[in-house]
């Protein structure tokens, strides 16, 4: 009995695809720079893989605005939500109408979506009430926990994103957050001779298991960590500083054995957010500034966290290309990937004896 099928070695064919397209196949891919987008959970890899897409593309689709929908509303109800305990917590008097809007907030099921939305003008004309009424600003700014960046702005637009022909413009999706659960990549067309492949993983601990399978055969590692986690614990482990956890993932791939000839590029990210913080941080509570002896600024405390970055090497002379980002600034992350792009591309032509 013939248990496999017999396949022929010298066919021109083979399940319809020829010789000559596998070989096109092969040269197409070759055009790709493989670039593996790496970070720890919540540092805004998602965010800049949507400004490539802005830089490369032809921007978002009015399909993908419309998907956005139910994460900007989910992300501005859980944000109203988290505005909500502040005040309970600070002992705020809700009157008559306020409590009204509390109770139609606290009434939403953000996991329902019904027409790409989780919730109507109604609910929406109740968070900007209970947000414009005088005095909830200014002790949400003074007790909030940073639990969703660009909090304030989602508050700020929610009559917008309520009213039933709201679509999303860049700003709204750049700012949004939904959690990656699943590999992914996207091949972007950067108007020269080689194609950027991007694969983004996925920071969570249950997907960094995955990170090695994609070690082989990439270009260049683009690793993100949110500079403003300083003050931040890990999802997983309650006790975990989060740039720490940053740190120590990070030394991890720098040190690792098969990226030992790769292109490192380290992005610290959410700089409008750690200037922010700092201005009201004590900096002494947290262990990753133990050695910190300069002035509290933006410049002495960003310097000081890029060289706990670059120092973490075994070896002296790898080098690492480190940026100062807010992935969410337009303007910024348009120049940023620019001179990303250039150095990896120079990279991999010297690493193939294309330069000198």
């Not at 969703?148 to 508050?155: H, I, K, M, P």
């Not at 940053?246 to 720098?254: E, G, I």
């Amino acid at each position: 009995m013939q248990m496999f099928d017999c396949v022929n070695c010298g066919s021109s064919s083979h399940n319809g695809i020829t010789n000559s397209e596998l070989k096109r196949d092969f040269r197409e891919e070759q055009k790709n720079l493989r670039v593996l987008l790496l970070g720890t959970g919540s540092c805004g890899k998602s965010t800049i893989m949507k400004q490539m897409k802005l830089q490369y593309t032809d921007g978002f689709r009015l399909q993908e605005k419309l998907f956005e929908i139910a994460t900007i509303q989910r992300n501005t109800h859980f944000v109203a939500t988290a505005l909500i305990r502040v005040l309970e917590n600070q002992g705020f008097v809700f009157d008559d109408e306020l409590m009204e809007c509390v109770i139609e907030i606290k009434r939403v099921n953000p996991n329902i979506v019904y027409n790409d939305r989780i919730f109507t003008e109604t609910v929406a004309y109740a968070i900007s009430t209970l947000w414009k009424y005088p005095n909830v600003k200014s002790i949400f700014s003074s007790h909030k926990l940073y639990t969703v960046d660009s909090d304030e702005y989602f508050l700020n637009n929610v009559t917008r994103f309520g009213q039933n022909d709201y679509v999303p413009n860049d700003d709204d999706i750049l700012r949004c957050r939904r959690q990656t659960i699943a590999p992914s990549q996207q091949i972007f067309d950067t108007k020269g001779k080689q194609k950027l492949k991007v694969f983004d993983i996925g920071g969570q601990l249950k997907l960094r298991r995955k990170w090695f399978y994609y070690f082989d055969d990439i270009d260049a590692i683009l690793f993100v960590a949110a500079i403003s986690d300083f003050d931040m614990v890990t999802e997983e482990n309650l006790s975990r500083n989060r740039l720490e956890e940053s740190l120590c993932v990070f030394k991890d791939v720098v040190d690792d054995f098969y990226l030992k000839e790769k292109h490192i590029i380290l992005f610290l990210n959410k700089c409008d957010l750690f200037q922010e913080k700092l201005l009201k941080a004590d900096l002494s509570r947290f262990p990753i500034f133990k050695n910190f002896y300069e002035e509290k600024n933006y410049t002495n405390c960003s310097n000081y966290i890029k060289k706990l970055f670059q120092s973490v090497s075994k070896s002296a002379s790898r080098a690492i290309s480190t940026h100062f980002t807010t992935a969410i600034d337009k303007n910024l992350m348009k120049t940023v990937l620019a001179d990303v792009r250039n150095a990896i591309i120079e990279t991999n032509a010297r690493n193939n004896g294309l330069l000198m």
